[in-house]
Protein backbone atom coordinates (compact mmCIF):
# COMPACT_ATOMS: atom_id res chain seq x y z
CA UNK A 1 0.00 0.00 0.00
CA UNK A 2 2.73 2.09 0.95
CA UNK A 3 4.52 2.30 -1.98
CA UNK A 4 1.64 2.52 -3.79
CA UNK A 5 0.81 5.78 -1.92
CA UNK A 6 4.80 6.57 -2.97
CA UNK A 7 4.14 5.34 -6.65
CA UNK A 8 1.14 7.95 -6.89
CA UNK A 9 3.24 10.65 -5.28
CA UNK A 10 5.55 9.93 -8.21
CA UNK A 11 3.12 9.79 -11.00
CA UNK A 12 1.49 13.13 -9.67
CA UNK A 13 4.95 14.85 -9.66
CA UNK A 14 5.60 13.74 -13.50
CA UNK A 15 2.17 14.50 -14.70
CA UNK A 16 2.91 17.90 -13.06
CA UNK A 17 6.30 18.61 -14.89
CA UNK A 18 4.82 16.95 -18.14
CA UNK A 19 1.17 19.28 -17.93
CA UNK A 20 3.78 22.35 -17.11
CA UNK A 21 5.57 21.64 -20.56
CA UNK A 22 2.79 21.24 -22.61
CA UNK A 23 1.84 24.30 -20.86
CA UNK A 24 4.71 26.39 -21.93
CA UNK A 25 4.90 25.17 -25.21
CA UNK A 26 0.96 25.74 -26.40
CA UNK A 27 0.54 28.94 -24.32
CA UNK A 28 3.88 30.50 -24.29
CA UNK A 29 4.16 31.69 -27.59
CA UNK A 30 0.50 31.72 -27.83
CA UNK A 31 -0.55 35.51 -29.23
CA UNK A 32 -3.00 37.54 -31.42
CA UNK A 33 -2.12 40.75 -33.01
CA UNK A 34 -5.54 41.64 -35.59
CA UNK A 35 -7.94 42.57 -33.25
CA UNK A 36 -6.52 45.81 -31.74
CA UNK A 37 -6.39 46.83 -28.71
CA UNK A 38 -8.55 43.72 -27.52
CA UNK A 39 -5.88 41.05 -28.69
CA UNK A 40 -4.31 41.18 -25.01
CA UNK A 41 -7.88 40.40 -23.46
CA UNK A 42 -8.46 37.72 -25.97
CA UNK A 43 -5.19 35.79 -26.16
CA UNK A 44 -5.52 35.70 -22.29
CA UNK A 45 -9.02 34.25 -22.73
CA UNK A 46 -8.17 31.71 -25.17
CA UNK A 47 -5.07 30.64 -22.93
CA UNK A 48 -7.48 30.55 -20.07
CA UNK A 49 -9.50 27.81 -21.48
CA UNK A 50 -6.47 26.14 -22.79
CA UNK A 51 -5.26 25.92 -19.37
CA UNK A 52 -8.94 24.93 -17.99
CA UNK A 53 -8.94 22.03 -20.54
CA UNK A 54 -5.63 20.75 -19.88
CA UNK A 55 -6.43 20.77 -16.05
CA UNK A 56 -9.78 18.82 -16.69
CA UNK A 57 -6.98 16.25 -18.80
CA UNK A 58 -4.57 16.13 -15.99
CA UNK A 59 -7.82 15.61 -13.34
CA UNK A 60 -9.03 12.70 -15.22
CA UNK A 61 -5.58 11.28 -16.13
CA UNK A 62 -5.05 11.35 -12.70
CA UNK A 63 -8.54 9.57 -11.56
CA UNK A 64 -7.46 6.77 -13.80
CA UNK A 65 -4.43 6.42 -12.75
CA UNK A 66 -5.91 6.62 -8.82
CA UNK A 67 -8.04 3.55 -9.81
CA UNK A 68 -5.25 1.87 -11.16
CA UNK A 69 -2.77 2.10 -8.70
CA UNK A 70 -5.39 1.30 -5.80
CA UNK A 71 -7.77 -0.72 -7.29
CA UNK A 72 -7.46 -3.26 -4.46
CA UNK A 73 -7.33 -0.47 -1.45
CA UNK A 74 -10.56 1.13 -3.09
CA UNK A 75 -12.84 -1.98 -3.20
CA UNK A 76 -14.52 -0.50 -0.04
CA UNK B 1 23.54 38.89 2.69
CA UNK B 2 24.92 39.77 5.83
CA UNK B 3 22.52 42.25 6.64
CA UNK B 4 19.43 39.48 5.97
CA UNK B 5 20.86 37.36 8.85
CA UNK B 6 20.29 40.04 11.71
CA UNK B 7 16.27 39.90 10.45
CA UNK B 8 16.21 36.64 9.80
CA UNK B 9 17.31 35.52 13.44
CA UNK B 10 14.93 37.74 14.90
CA UNK B 11 11.91 37.09 13.04
CA UNK B 12 12.59 33.65 13.68
CA UNK B 13 12.90 33.72 17.53
CA UNK B 14 9.35 35.98 17.51
CA UNK B 15 7.63 33.38 15.44
CA UNK B 16 8.77 30.64 17.53
CA UNK B 17 8.72 31.99 20.85
CA UNK B 18 5.57 33.88 20.44
CA UNK B 19 3.59 31.10 19.82
CA UNK B 20 5.82 28.74 22.29
CA UNK B 21 5.25 31.08 25.10
CA UNK B 22 1.28 31.97 24.56
CA UNK B 23 0.47 28.74 23.69
CA UNK B 24 -0.21 27.45 27.17
CA UNK B 25 -2.12 30.12 28.79
CA UNK B 26 -4.18 30.06 25.52
CA UNK B 27 -5.32 26.29 26.39
CA UNK B 28 -5.59 27.17 29.92
CA UNK B 29 -8.46 29.75 28.67
CA UNK B 30 -9.90 27.81 26.18
CA UNK B 31 -10.48 25.22 29.00
CA UNK B 32 -12.07 27.74 31.77
CA UNK B 33 -14.43 29.02 28.69
CA UNK B 34 -15.48 24.95 28.00
CA UNK B 35 -13.53 25.38 24.54
CA UNK B 36 -12.84 22.04 24.01
CA UNK B 37 -13.65 19.41 21.22
CA UNK B 38 -13.47 15.71 22.15
CA UNK B 39 -10.75 13.84 20.70
CA UNK B 40 -12.52 11.34 18.50
CA UNK B 41 -9.29 8.35 18.58
CA UNK B 42 -8.67 8.28 22.18
CA UNK B 43 -10.34 5.35 24.28
CA UNK B 44 -11.09 7.44 27.33
CA UNK B 45 -13.19 11.00 27.03
CA UNK B 46 -9.82 13.49 26.14
CA UNK B 47 -10.99 16.87 25.59
CA UNK B 48 -8.83 19.27 24.20
CA UNK B 49 -8.58 22.73 23.88
CA UNK B 50 -9.54 24.63 20.77
CA UNK B 51 -9.07 26.71 18.08
CA UNK B 52 -5.13 27.44 18.41
CA UNK B 53 -5.27 29.22 15.89
CA UNK B 54 -4.95 32.35 18.31
CA UNK B 55 -1.54 31.99 19.07
CA UNK B 56 -0.65 30.64 15.44
CA UNK B 57 -1.71 34.25 14.24
CA UNK B 58 -0.13 35.81 17.25
CA UNK B 59 3.34 34.23 15.77
CA UNK B 60 3.21 34.78 12.45
CA UNK B 61 1.79 38.52 12.82
CA UNK B 62 4.40 39.66 15.20
CA UNK B 63 7.00 38.06 13.31
CA UNK B 64 5.97 39.74 9.72
CA UNK B 65 5.72 43.21 11.18
CA UNK B 66 9.39 43.01 12.68
CA UNK B 67 10.37 41.85 9.01
CA UNK B 68 8.49 44.51 7.82
CA UNK B 69 10.46 47.03 9.57
CA UNK B 70 13.66 45.97 7.49
CA UNK B 71 12.34 45.24 4.52
CA UNK B 72 8.88 47.75 4.19
CA UNK B 73 8.18 44.99 1.34
CA UNK B 74 4.36 45.38 -0.19
CA UNK B 75 4.67 41.58 0.35
CA UNK B 76 5.16 41.09 3.37
CA UNK B 77 1.94 43.44 4.01
CA UNK B 78 0.41 40.92 1.67
CA UNK B 79 1.17 37.96 3.78
CA UNK B 80 -0.09 39.69 7.15
CA UNK B 81 -3.48 41.10 5.95
CA UNK B 82 -4.13 37.96 3.71
CA UNK B 83 -3.12 35.28 6.35
CA UNK B 84 -4.88 37.84 8.97
CA UNK B 85 -8.24 37.26 7.03
CA UNK B 86 -7.76 33.65 6.71
CA UNK B 87 -7.61 33.76 10.32
CA UNK B 88 -10.69 35.22 11.03
CA UNK B 89 -12.70 33.07 8.35
CA UNK B 90 -11.60 30.17 10.16
CA UNK B 91 -12.13 31.35 13.31
CA UNK B 92 -15.94 32.32 12.35
CA UNK B 93 -16.17 28.44 11.15
CA UNK B 94 -14.80 27.22 14.76
CA UNK B 95 -17.35 29.42 16.39
CA UNK B 96 -20.72 28.69 14.13
CA UNK B 97 -21.29 25.95 12.04
CA UNK B 98 -20.82 27.69 8.24
CA UNK B 99 -22.36 26.12 4.69
CA UNK B 100 -19.90 23.85 2.82
CA UNK B 101 -19.11 27.15 0.41
CA UNK B 102 -18.43 29.54 3.24
CA UNK B 103 -14.34 28.91 3.58
CA UNK B 104 -14.22 28.65 -0.35
CA UNK B 105 -15.77 31.71 -1.10
CA UNK B 106 -14.41 34.23 2.17
CA UNK B 107 -10.77 32.86 1.25
CA UNK B 108 -11.16 33.49 -2.44
CA UNK B 109 -12.01 37.41 -1.06
CA UNK B 110 -9.24 37.53 1.72
CA UNK B 111 -6.61 36.71 -1.69
CA UNK B 112 -7.79 40.05 -3.21
CA UNK B 113 -5.07 42.16 -1.12
CA UNK B 114 -2.06 40.48 -2.84
CA UNK B 115 -3.58 41.58 -6.19
CA UNK B 116 -4.44 45.05 -4.79
CA UNK B 117 -0.90 45.35 -3.53
CA UNK B 118 0.79 44.27 -6.88
CA UNK B 119 2.50 40.96 -4.66
CA UNK B 120 2.86 39.07 -7.23
CA UNK B 121 4.30 38.16 -10.82
CA UNK B 122 2.53 36.84 -13.05
CA UNK B 123 4.59 34.51 -15.28
CA UNK B 124 3.92 30.84 -14.18
CA UNK B 125 7.41 29.58 -13.94
CA UNK B 126 8.23 25.67 -14.82
CA UNK B 127 11.02 23.39 -14.73
CA UNK B 128 12.85 22.67 -17.12
CA UNK B 129 10.54 24.54 -20.03
CA UNK B 130 10.95 28.19 -18.71
CA UNK B 131 8.09 30.72 -18.08
CA UNK B 132 5.05 31.25 -19.15
CA UNK B 133 3.20 34.61 -19.46
CA UNK B 134 -0.27 34.62 -18.29
CA UNK B 135 -1.60 37.67 -16.72
CA UNK B 136 -5.51 37.46 -16.62
CA UNK B 137 -5.03 33.32 -15.67
CA UNK B 138 -2.36 34.07 -13.07
CA UNK B 139 -5.12 36.36 -11.46
CA UNK B 140 -7.88 33.46 -11.41
CA UNK B 141 -4.45 31.50 -10.13
CA UNK B 142 -4.20 34.01 -6.65
CA UNK B 143 -8.27 33.65 -6.50
CA UNK B 144 -8.48 30.22 -6.39
CA UNK B 145 -4.76 29.06 -4.55
CA UNK B 146 -5.56 30.20 -1.32
CA UNK B 147 -8.91 28.69 -0.79
CA UNK B 148 -7.19 25.34 -2.47
CA UNK B 149 -4.03 25.90 0.38
CA UNK B 150 -6.23 26.93 2.87
CA UNK B 151 -8.62 24.06 2.68
CA UNK B 152 -5.90 21.19 1.44
CA UNK B 153 -4.32 21.99 5.00
CA UNK B 154 -7.33 21.78 7.03
CA UNK B 155 -8.79 19.04 5.31
CA UNK B 156 -5.60 16.92 6.64
CA UNK B 157 -6.00 17.94 10.09
CA UNK B 158 -7.35 14.78 11.26
CA UNK B 159 -5.13 12.96 13.65
CA UNK B 160 -2.94 14.78 16.67
CA UNK B 161 0.14 16.79 15.58
CA UNK B 162 -0.70 15.79 11.61
CA UNK B 163 -1.72 19.58 10.30
CA UNK B 164 1.18 20.86 12.17
CA UNK B 165 3.99 18.57 11.72
CA UNK B 166 2.86 18.53 8.30
CA UNK B 167 3.26 22.25 7.90
CA UNK B 168 6.56 22.09 9.40
CA UNK B 169 8.30 20.15 6.88
CA UNK B 170 6.08 21.36 3.67
CA UNK B 171 6.81 25.26 4.99
CA UNK B 172 10.60 24.33 5.42
CA UNK B 173 11.43 22.97 2.16
CA UNK B 174 9.10 25.47 0.34
CA UNK B 175 12.11 28.00 2.46
CA UNK B 176 14.64 25.96 1.45
CA UNK B 177 13.64 25.95 -2.72
CA UNK B 178 13.69 29.86 -2.44
CA UNK B 179 16.82 29.96 -0.67
CA UNK B 180 18.01 27.75 -3.78
CA UNK B 181 16.30 29.94 -6.24
CA UNK B 182 18.37 32.75 -4.47
CA UNK B 183 14.97 34.42 -4.22
CA UNK B 184 16.51 35.32 -0.45
CA UNK B 185 13.63 38.22 0.73
CA UNK B 186 10.98 35.84 0.24
CA UNK B 187 12.61 33.00 1.71
CA UNK B 188 13.16 34.99 5.08
CA UNK B 189 9.54 36.11 4.74
CA UNK B 190 8.87 32.13 4.57
CA UNK B 191 10.76 31.10 7.24
CA UNK B 192 8.53 32.61 10.26
CA UNK B 193 5.64 29.90 8.84
CA UNK B 194 7.99 26.76 9.71
CA UNK B 195 9.03 28.32 13.13
CA UNK B 196 5.42 29.29 14.05
CA UNK B 197 4.43 25.12 12.95
CA UNK B 198 7.21 24.26 15.06
CA UNK B 199 6.56 25.72 18.25
CA UNK B 200 2.81 25.03 17.67
CA UNK B 201 3.60 21.60 16.81
CA UNK B 202 5.18 20.68 20.75
CA UNK B 203 1.42 21.42 21.84
CA UNK B 204 -0.72 19.74 19.33
CA UNK B 205 1.51 16.16 18.51
CA UNK B 206 -0.18 13.11 20.13
CA UNK B 207 -1.38 13.76 23.07
CA UNK B 208 -2.48 16.97 21.69
CA UNK B 209 -2.79 19.45 24.31
CA UNK B 210 -4.49 21.90 21.71
CA UNK B 211 -6.09 21.66 18.44
CA UNK B 212 -5.31 24.28 15.79
CA UNK B 213 -9.14 24.67 14.53
CA UNK B 214 -10.24 25.79 11.16
CA UNK B 215 -8.64 29.36 12.13
CA UNK B 216 -5.11 27.70 12.71
CA UNK B 217 -5.17 25.10 9.68
CA UNK B 218 -6.53 28.51 7.51
CA UNK B 219 -3.82 30.39 8.96
CA UNK B 220 -1.26 27.75 7.95
CA UNK B 221 -2.64 27.22 4.36
CA UNK B 222 -3.51 30.79 3.59
CA UNK B 223 0.32 32.04 4.43
CA UNK B 224 1.77 28.94 2.64
CA UNK B 225 -0.59 29.93 -0.55
CA UNK B 226 0.98 33.39 -0.32
CA UNK B 227 4.25 32.72 -0.29
CA UNK B 228 3.90 30.67 -3.33
CA UNK B 229 2.34 33.65 -5.26
CA UNK B 230 4.97 36.31 -3.44
CA UNK B 231 7.39 33.39 -4.68
CA UNK B 232 7.08 33.10 -7.68
CA UNK B 233 6.99 29.25 -6.60
CA UNK B 234 3.45 28.16 -6.75
CA UNK B 235 4.44 24.91 -8.78
CA UNK B 236 6.97 23.83 -5.95
CA UNK B 237 4.89 24.66 -3.48
CA UNK B 238 1.85 22.48 -4.84
CA UNK B 239 4.42 19.68 -5.12
CA UNK B 240 5.65 20.30 -1.70
CA UNK B 241 1.80 20.02 -0.48
CA UNK B 242 1.53 16.84 -2.29
CA UNK B 243 0.07 14.27 0.35
CA UNK B 244 -2.25 17.16 1.25
CA UNK B 245 -3.42 17.41 -2.27
CA UNK B 246 -4.02 13.55 -2.32
CA UNK B 247 -6.00 13.37 0.19
CA UNK B 248 -8.39 16.58 -0.94
CA UNK B 249 -8.20 14.69 -4.59
CA UNK B 250 -9.44 11.14 -3.18
CA UNK B 251 -11.89 13.15 -0.95
CA UNK B 252 -13.21 15.69 -3.82
CA UNK B 253 -13.30 12.53 -6.32
CA UNK B 254 -14.99 10.32 -4.12
CA UNK B 255 -17.64 12.60 -2.84
CA UNK B 256 -17.94 14.18 -6.24
CA UNK B 257 -18.86 17.78 -4.77
CA UNK B 258 -17.98 20.48 -2.74
CA UNK B 259 -18.87 19.33 1.31
CA UNK B 260 -18.03 19.78 5.01
CA UNK B 261 -16.20 16.96 6.55
CA UNK B 262 -19.00 17.04 9.10
CA UNK B 263 -21.77 16.45 6.75
CA UNK B 264 -20.69 13.46 5.24
CA UNK B 265 -22.65 10.73 6.84
CA UNK B 266 -20.35 7.83 6.00
CA UNK B 267 -17.47 7.04 8.54
CA UNK B 268 -14.29 6.57 6.48
CA UNK B 269 -12.20 4.95 9.57
CA UNK B 270 -13.46 3.66 12.72
CA UNK B 271 -11.36 1.64 15.96
CA UNK B 272 -10.29 -1.98 16.78
CA UNK B 273 -11.24 -3.12 20.05
CA UNK B 274 -7.55 -2.16 21.08
CA UNK B 275 -8.20 1.64 19.69
CA UNK B 276 -6.26 1.21 16.53
CA UNK B 277 -7.93 3.21 13.15
CA UNK B 278 -9.06 1.03 10.79
CA UNK B 279 -10.39 1.52 7.70
CA UNK B 280 -14.14 0.86 7.35
CA UNK B 281 -15.99 -1.11 4.20
CA UNK B 282 -18.64 1.59 4.34
CA UNK B 283 -19.11 2.46 0.49
CA UNK B 284 -20.87 5.82 1.31
CA UNK B 285 -17.79 6.88 2.86
CA UNK B 286 -15.17 9.35 1.50
CA UNK B 287 -11.87 7.75 0.07
CA UNK B 288 -9.29 10.29 1.95
CA UNK B 289 -5.56 9.47 2.51
CA UNK B 290 -5.62 8.00 6.20
CA UNK B 291 -8.05 5.36 5.08
CA UNK B 292 -6.02 4.47 2.15
CA UNK B 293 -3.41 4.17 4.93
CA UNK B 294 -4.90 1.75 6.86
CA UNK B 295 -6.47 -0.36 3.76
CA UNK B 296 -3.52 -2.80 4.36
CA UNK B 297 -3.64 -3.44 8.23
CA UNK B 298 -4.97 -1.30 11.20
CA UNK B 299 -2.94 1.18 12.79
CA UNK B 300 -2.04 3.76 15.85
CA UNK B 301 -2.71 7.45 15.27
CA UNK B 302 1.06 7.64 15.77
CA UNK B 303 1.67 4.88 13.14
CA UNK B 304 -0.85 6.82 10.53
CA UNK B 305 0.87 10.26 11.41
CA UNK B 306 4.43 9.19 10.89
CA UNK B 307 3.54 7.67 7.69
CA UNK B 308 1.74 11.03 6.69
CA UNK B 309 5.22 12.76 7.40
CA UNK B 310 7.26 10.38 5.52
CA UNK B 311 5.27 11.00 2.40
CA UNK B 312 5.43 14.70 3.31
CA UNK B 313 9.47 13.78 3.63
CA UNK B 314 9.46 12.29 0.02
CA UNK B 315 7.27 14.79 -1.94
CA UNK B 316 9.49 17.84 -0.11
CA UNK B 317 12.23 15.86 -1.78
CA UNK B 318 10.45 16.13 -5.11
CA UNK B 319 10.26 19.73 -4.50
CA UNK B 320 14.12 20.34 -3.59
CA UNK B 321 15.14 18.74 -7.12
CA UNK B 322 12.46 20.40 -8.62
CA UNK B 323 13.84 24.07 -7.63
CA UNK B 324 17.34 23.04 -9.01
CA UNK B 325 15.50 21.93 -12.26
CA UNK B 326 14.53 25.11 -12.46
CA UNK B 327 17.76 26.48 -13.38
CA UNK B 328 17.87 24.13 -16.06
CA UNK B 329 16.55 24.73 -19.71
CA UNK B 330 15.60 22.22 -21.95
Redesign the interface.
Known amino acids: ??SG??G???A??VL??LG??I???L??PFSIQQFGDFH??IA??I??IV?LVLVVIW?LI??KL?NYI?K???N? | MIELIIPTIISCLIAFFVVYLTTPPLIKILVKKNYTVKDMNKKENVMVARPGGISIILGIVASEIVLYGFFQLNEILAVIITTTAAFLIGYVDDRKVMGGWFKPVALAVAALPIIFLGAYDSD?A????????????YL?LIIFMIPITGNTINSIDVLNGVASGFMVIASFTLSICLFILQNYEIAIVSLPLGFVSLAFYKYHKIPSKIFPGDSGALTFGAMYGVIAIIGGVE?IA??AL??A??NS??FL?SVKRVVEHRQIKGKPVEHTDDFKLK?????T?P?T?V???L??CPLTEKQVGF?IFK?TF??GI?AII?AF?MGISL
Do not use: H
Open positions: MKLYFLFMWILGGMVVLGWASGKVAILSKFKELF | LFPLFGDVQIPLLGIAILPVIFLSSTNDKAVLRLIAATLFSLTM
